[in-house]
């Protein structure tokens, strides 16, 4: 059983910029990918981003491309999303998820991932 507790989330201005972070308890945490997804009210979770196990290759939604960097640290066991250019579209509860050496076809399905942080919420004021 893999556990996930993210941290970083908050309240920050349009233009401004936030790191979210997630710790796995996972030792084996390398052989995992790690993918952030994000949820609103009355919709479902949205892919963000998501790291190969290997942690070698990045995958992005494309409304996040060129303002969002996720990164891995295998030795601390802890993934993070790095978020500039924040807009308040922007606004929701993201969640760390992972799963053991998925396929890159299934990044973006929430399905894919059997495991799953609380979430953090990030709150993005115009």
């Known amino acids: 059983q893999v556990q996930l507790v993210e941290s970083g989330g908050g309240l920050v201005q349009a233009g401004g910029s936030l790191r979210v972070s997630c710790a796995a308890s996972?030792?084996?945490?390398?052989?995992?990918?790690m993918g952030w997804f994000r949820q609103t009210p009355g919709k479902g979770r949205e892919f963000v981003a998501a790291i190969r196990w290997s942690g070698g290759n990045t995958y992005y939604a494309d409304f996040v491309k060129g303002r969002f960097t996720i990164s891995r640290d295998n030795a601390e066991n802890t993934v993070s999303l790095q978020m500039t250019s924040l807009k308040p579209e922007d606004t929701a509860v993201y969640y760390c998820?992972?799963?053991?050496?998925?396929?890159?076809?299934?990044?973006?399905?929430?399905?894919?991932?059997?495991?799953w942080g609380q979430g953090t919420q990030v709150t993005v004021s115009s």
């Open positions: 996972e030792r084996a945490f390398s052989d995992y990918t």
């Open positions: 998820a992972a799963n053991y050496r998925m396929r890159a076809a299934d990044y973006v399905r929430f399905r894919s991932y059997e495991y």
